[in-house]
């Protein structure tokens, strides 16, 4: 099933990226992806919530016709971690989180700052998720929740993009599961 974000997804999603989504609203079934992290499950969740909101929010307000976006709302270190921004110096969790991306991908290229925020365009369909919730699970694990649509298999290369980048050290998933699960996660984490 292919969805496209309308910009009224896009806000849902940024209001759930700010603030924990009720048990209430949660879909029949969630996408779970786990991950190992460095430097704790607590920071690796700011980071990688600070660039997903600037990405939705670019999502939101962005004119994807132009040539070039406004990236000021980008993390500095996601920034420089991105092939061709100019950056020369990263931070080492997202030197690492880059070399665990392309080995991971198999050899996969990491993503240009550009590339990646295109597929946060409302009309954009290939990416097949929107951020449900991140749960701290251990000192240095999270699940991350996304709603796929009930799809097993999804589009999802810009979120692990963003997942190795923010200091992963190994992704497991996607794996569908009951929403209950991630409620219960969520309920304990509180």
């Known amino acids: 099933m292919t969805r496209t974000h309308t910009t009224d997804s896009l806000a849902a999603e940024l209001q759930r990226l700010r603030d924990r989504p009720s048990a209430s609203a949660a879909p029949p079934v969630l996408a779970l992806f786990a991950v190992d992290v460095s430097g704790g499950a607590a920071a690796y969740g700011r980071r990688l919530r600070s660039v997903l909101s600037a990405a939705v929010r670019l999502g939101r307000t962005a004119d994807f016709e132009q040539e070039d976006l406004p990236v000021d709302g980008v993390p500095d270190w996601f920034t420089a971690v991105s092939p061709g921004s100019g950056k020369r110096s990263a ?6 989180g880059r070399d665990g991306y392309v080995t991971h991908t198999g050899g996969g290229r990491p993503w240009e700052l550009h590339d990646w925020l295109h597929r946060f365009a409302p009309d954009e369909s290939s990416r097949g998720w ?5 749960t701290q699970v251990g000192p240095d694990r999270v699940h991350l929740w996304v709603d796929s649509w009930g799809e097993p298999f999804f589009g999802c290369q ?3 993009w963003a997942a190795w980048a923010a200091g992963a050290v190994r992704v497991g998933g996607p794996v569908v599961h009951r929403s209950a699960m991630w409620s219960a996660e969520r309920d304990a984490t509180r």
């Open 158 to 160: 810009e979120l692990l």
């Open 91 to 96: 931070p080492q969790f997202a030197r690492a």
């Open 130 to 134: 929107e951020w449900w919730d991140a």
